[in-house]
């Protein structure tokens, strides 16, 4: 890894913990507001740490698959 690509900051790892812990909707209106700290960490770093927005759009579609899962059961 190149010297100069540093890790992020403890505050935007904060941030996006942070808004993880919100309701999906209201998690990807916060990676919007962090996106421009997201791009500040080097190209590299950013390829193995796990994309803010990806993680979201998985908790999306956990929460509409156990939706149509209990859906489903209901109707039985």
């Known amino acids: 890894m190149p ?11 904060t941030d996006v913990a942070a ?3 919100l309701p ?3 998690t990807r209106q916060q990676l919007a ?3 421009s700290k997201e791009r500040s960490v080097c190209e590299a ?11 979201n759009d998985a908790r999306v579609e ?4 156990r939706e149509i899962l209990l859906q489903a059961l209901l109707a039985k």
Do not use: G, W
Not at 3 to 13: A, F, I, N, T, W
Not at 50 to 55: F, L
């Open 19 to 21: 808004a993880l812990r």
């Open 45 to 55: 770093i950013q390829r193995i740490i796990p994309s803010p927005e990806r993680v």
């Open 33 to 35: 507001r962090l996106q």
């Open 3 to 13: 010297k100069s690509c540093v890790p992020p900051d403890e505050e935007y790892m």
């Open 62 to 65: 956990i929460v509409s698959a």
């Open 24 to 26: 999906p909707s209201k």
